[in-house]
C-alpha cells in the first residue's frame, strides 16, 4: 500500500510521477555537466586530449603524463575543484526548486519529494439580478423550469436562508465582491460609485496567479450619466466585458452583436431607465437605436430578435470564450447576467415553457387583499408577470448549462469552483410591490447560494442555517489556500460545507442608509436611526406584514432583538490593526 497521506476533500492530486522523474532527470545531468566541466578545467586535461586524437603515436608518453598530471594536480586546486562542484550543485537545487514553480502557474513543485504539487482552483462566479429565494425548482418551487441549476445544487452545496446586506443592486454588489458590509464601504445607497482602489476579490487573487474577468452586469458605476465607451475603471480585473443594462448603451453587448448582426441592432433595447432618458434628453444625445417606451408596464414581452443574441446569451457566451481561453489556470470569472431584473422580456421559446393559468398567486392578509383591483395587482397581472419573471430565470438556466458543459468539454468542471448567487431578490407582487429595496422582506434580502467544487463540497448538502453574501468571499479565499485578510467581515463557510461546524450565524444583517435590518431565526427587527422600530414575527400567519414592535406581549422579544443587533454591528468591527504597542 502507499505511504502516501490520504488527500483532504479538495486537494488537488500531487503532479504525475513522470514529470517528477524528468525533473529530477533534468538535475543529474546538470550536476553531472557541471561537475565535469569543473574537472575539465585544467588545460592540460584539454591538452592531453587533444592531443590524444590529433597528435602522433610517439607523443603518447607526454599525453600520458599530461593526465597524470590532470589526476595528480595540487591540494589547491583540488578544493577549488570541490568548491565549484558545490557551487554549481546548489545552482540546480536553486532553479528546480524557485523557477519551476513560476513556470508552472498555480503550482508549488519540490524535487526532493518533501512537497507534494499544489493546483488552486478556478473561480466561476455566475450572478443574476433579482432573483429571489424560491425563483428555483431546488428550493422546492414546482412551478419554474430549472433543471441545470437544481443539478447544480445536487452536486454541491445549496444555503437556504442566505442573506445580502443591502436590498439593492450596487451596495449588495460591492459589498459581495469586497467581503465588506456597505457602512464599511460607505455606499449604503445607490449612484455611489466605487472607488477605483477597493480590494476586490481580483486583486485579492492577483498575487495567486489569477487571471480575473467580468463579463456582463458589474455595476460599480451609476450608468445613466456616462459614455459607456469610455475606459472603465479595472478594479483588479484583467479582462472586461461590461453591459449594466440589455441595449440601453453603447457598450460590449451592443459590440457583440453589431459584430454578428448589424440589423438587429434595433432589437436589443429593453427600454431606456428614466434616469437615462433624463440624461439624454438633457445633453442632446440621440445614439440612433430603438428603445421601447414600455419599459416600466407589467406585462412581458417577447424579445424582438434571435434568441442566440439576448443579453443573457452574450453573457454565456463570452464566459465560455474566457474559460476555453484560460484552461491554464488559475483564472476567475464573474459571469454577470441581468436577468431576471424587470422589464420581463425573454425569447418565446421560454415564455412557452408557461402557462399563466398554472401558476399561482400569492397569499394576501384581509386588508391587503381588499386594496386589489382590476389592473392593480389582479391575478390576470399577478400571473401575467410571474411567467414572464420565470421564463428570464429559466433562459439564464439554459445558458448556465451551456457553461458548465463547456467547462466538462475543457476537463476543468473538478477543478473549478462554481458559485451562484443574486444580488438581490423580487417583491413579485408580495406586499402589492415590484421591484425591490426597502423593508428588504425575505423575498428581497433572501436569495439562492449554490456552492459546487469537486469533492470538497459533498453532492447534495443543504445548509439551512443563516449565511450572509459576505461570507462568500473568505471561503473562496480558504479553499484557494490563501490567507484571509484580517478586514473582510464574513467567515468561512467551508466548516458548514464539509459538515465540521452544525451552526450558521445567529442573525444576518442588512443595511441602508439609515436603517438596520436585522434577521433572525424567528423574527425580523428594523431599527431607523429616528429611533423607530418595527418587528415582525416570520413564523406567524401573515407575520411579515404585522409590526409587533408596540405590542407589550412582545417587548421581551423586541428588547432581545435590539440587544443582537448591538452584538452583530459590535462583531463586525475591524479595527485598523496596531504596527507596535504604542
Known sequence: MSSEPPRQPGQTPPLPPPFAQFVQFVDSCLFCFFCFFSFAQSAQFVGCCCSCFFFSFAQSAQFVGCCCSCFFFSFVQFVQFVDRCFFFFFCCCFFFRIRVPCAIRGRSVVICGMEKSVKRPNILLLTTDQQRFDALGAAGNDEIHTPNLDALAAGGARFTRHFVQ??????????????QYPSTLGITHMAVPVPAEAITLPRLLRHYGYTSANIGKLHFLPHANRDHRDIHPDYGFDHLEISDEPGCYEDAYRAWVRRQAPDQMDNLSAGLPPATEAWQRTMRIDDGIHHPPQRHENTPRVFAGPPHLTHTAFVADQTMEFIANHTGGPWMCVA?????????????????LYDPARLSVPAFPEEVDARRKPGHFD????????????AMVSEVDHHVGRILTRLEELGVADETIVVFWSDHGEWLGDHLRYGKGYPAHDCVARVPLILRYGGAAPAGTTVDGIVESVDVIPTLLDYCAIPIPCHLQGRSLRGLIEGTENEGRRSALTELTGIRILRTERNRYIAHADGREQLYDLEADFGEYHDLAGDPAFAATLAGARAELIRHMLEIQRPTPRAWCY
Open 336 to 352: 454577470g447576467f441581468y436577468s431576471p431584473h424587470a422589464p420581463w422580456i425573454a425569447p418565446g421559446e421560454f415564455m412557452d
Open 379 to 390: 391575478d390576470e397581472e399577478l400571473r401575467a408577470v410571474k411567467r414572464g419573471y420565470y
Open 166 to 179: 443591502n436590498p439593492v443592486c450596487m451596495p449588495s454588489r460591492v459589498s459581495f465582491l469586497t467581503g
